[in-house]
């Protein structure tokens, strides 16, 4: 019985030591939207190291992986959209909800904000 609790107290402090360590983690079920380029981008990071991206005003959808190289979040497109590197990677932060930050994407600047939920 000793032994079983003793597991348990592990797994549940190591679980919460590695989402203390998540850089993404308040990116889960919440929204990026970017501005600034040829259109509005809203884009979702899940857990599992997938991302949504949606481009609404073309239709268009794209999916792929993600993960942090360094102080990059570099992002693996199935299909890249066109004109985009794959991997496309940038800086990356802890982010709240509600912050505004501007990152450069293939040269081009574009403002990224934080939004609560899928939007």
């Not at 983690?25 to 991302?51: I, K, L, P, Q, R």
């Not at 993960?67 to 991997?87: A, Q, S, W, Y």
Request: aromatic share 12%; charged share 15%; glycine share 10%.
């Amino acid at each position: 019985m000793r032994t079983i609790l003793l597991a348990v107290v592990f797994a549940f402090a190591a679980s919460a030591a590695f989402a203390a360590d998540d850089l993404m983690a308040n990116f889960y079920g919440n929204t990026v939207v970017g501005t600034g380029g040829v259109a509005e981008t809203h884009t979702y990071f899940n857990s599992d190291h997938t991302f949504d991206m949606k481009i609404p005003i073309f239709g268009m959808d794209f999916k792929g992986m993600w993960k942090i190289e360094g102080e990059n979040l570099c992002r693996t497109f199935d299909t890249p959209p066109p004109g985009v590197t794959n991997p496309l990677c940038s800086p990356v932060a802890a982010r709240n909800i509600g912050d505004t930050w501007t990152v450069t994407v293939n040269g081009q600047s574009r403002t990224a904000t934080f939004v609560k939920g899928i939007q």
